[in-house]
């Protein structure tokens, strides 16, 4: 009995990939912790996606029938939910600023090592809120909802790339709070911290300019030697 409950209880996850060696490894790791299904072509994914309300889309782009960035477009145009993770042999920069603009919330290219795989779902994963969960967050005038994935400040839209929405909700969740870099880049991506790097302080930077930029008070914060801050208070 017991057993039925914790299966209804897991967060489901579609795999969508036409090689059947990469679908039955990747399930055999995420079935561990979730529930798994496989579609093995664009069709009878849109399909699946249309029918069942997933919590997490795995996505090739060279699928049969319908390619990976067909279904993306069709998905997106219904709802910014659930969020997708493409998981490609194309690797091309190109496709990969296509597959973002188009809704996908992360990108891994093949040949993968199956722990990061896991690692950037667990990030993902952290971010889908349950139906016990909040499903809005807010600090003063900017207000974001989880589900239909907008961000609105003062009224007006703030459109946000899937990276910069990730990052803004780790920091209104965190709110009066500095985050350090590292916190930042293993809570939001989900993998180390390069101190060499500086890809966590241009994407402050990219969601400073949707989220501060055009309003008098400014709500993110340089906190020097330590981090950032989204500080609702004066």
């Known amino acids: 009995m017991n057993n039925k409950k914790d299966e209804q209880e897991l967060k489901r996850v579609l795999i969508v990939e036409d090689n059947k060696d990469i679908a039955m490894l990747v399930e055999k790791r995420l079935s561990k912790q979730f529930a798994v299904e496989i579609a093995v072509n664009g069709e009878d994914a849109t399909n699946s996606i249309n029918a069942v309300p997933y919590d997490l889309i795995i996505l090739d782009l060279s699928l049969p029938k319908k390619s990976g960035f067909d279904v993306l477009k069709d998905m997106r145009k219904k709802s910014a939910y659930p969020p997708v993770l493409i998981l490609s042999g194309l690797n091309a920069v190109e496709d990969k600023v296509k597959g973002l603009k188009l809704g996908a919330d992360d990108y891994l290219a093949k040949p993968f090592d199956v722990k990061e795989l896991v690692a950037r779902i667990d990030a993902l994963m952290r971010r889908v809120p349950s139906a016990q969960e909040i499903v809005k967050l807010s600090a003063g005038d900017l207000e974001m909802d989880l589900v239909s994935r907008k961000v609105v400040r003062n009224g007006s839209d703030i459109n946000l790339s899937p990276r910069e929405f990730a990052l803004l909700e780790y920091l ?50 340089t906190v020097y030697g330590q981090g950032f801050v989204l500080k609702t208070e004066d």
């Open 172 to 221: 209104l969740r965190k709110k009066d709070k500095v985050v350090s870099r590292k916190e930042i880049a293993e809570e939001v991506w989900g993998h180390k911290f390069d101190a060499g790097t500086n890809f966590v302080d241009v994407y402050i930077n990219y969601l400073r300019k949707s989220v501060d930029k055009d309003f008098p008070k400014k709500l993110i914060h």
